[in-house]
Nanobody
Framework: VQLVESGGGSVQTGDSLTLSCAASGSTHLLNAMGWYRQAPGQERKVVAYITIPNGETNYVDSVKGRFTISRDNAKNTMYLQMNSLNVGDTAVYYC?????????????????WGQGTQVTVSS
């Protein structure tokens, strides 16, 4: 599975951005996708994730009510709508996809990452 992110940029406090993550390849093996972010000097942390195909979502507390994760199953694309951005949201945002391959003699967990896209929020 290949993941390609887009939509990052530099904005001001209060602005909005939408990130996209297009998945290709063996997407039928996926059971969840998510967005993570990594600020300078900090660990990479989950922001939100969505299950496949049920579309159940979950968010870290700091983005609840401001960010919305969604997925267009037909396009194999995941989105992160980010509203009311603040300086604390500045980070590199990564797309993640998880799944499992049961075609072989044993279960093989799958974990894929995109290249990351920079989001910078200035006051």
């Amino acid at each position: 599975v290949q993941l390609v992110e887009s939509g990052g940029g530099s904005v001001q406090t209060g602005d909005s951005l939408t990130l996209s993550c297009a998945a290709s390849g063996s997407t039928h093996l996926l059971n969840a996708m998510g967005w993570y972010r990594q600020a300078p000097g900090q660990e990479r942390k989950v922001v939100a994730y969505i299950t496949i195909p049920n579309g159940e979502t979950n968010y870290v507390d700091s983005v609840k009510g401001r960010f919305t994760i969604s997925r267009d199953n037909a396009k194999n694309t995941m989105y992160l709508q980010m509203n009311s951005l603040n300086v604390g949201d500045t980070a590199v945002y990564y797309c993640n996809a998880e799944g499992g391959d049961t075609s072989g003699s044993y279960y093989k967990p799958l974990d894929y990452w995109g290249q990351g896209t920079q989001v910078t929020v200035s006051s």
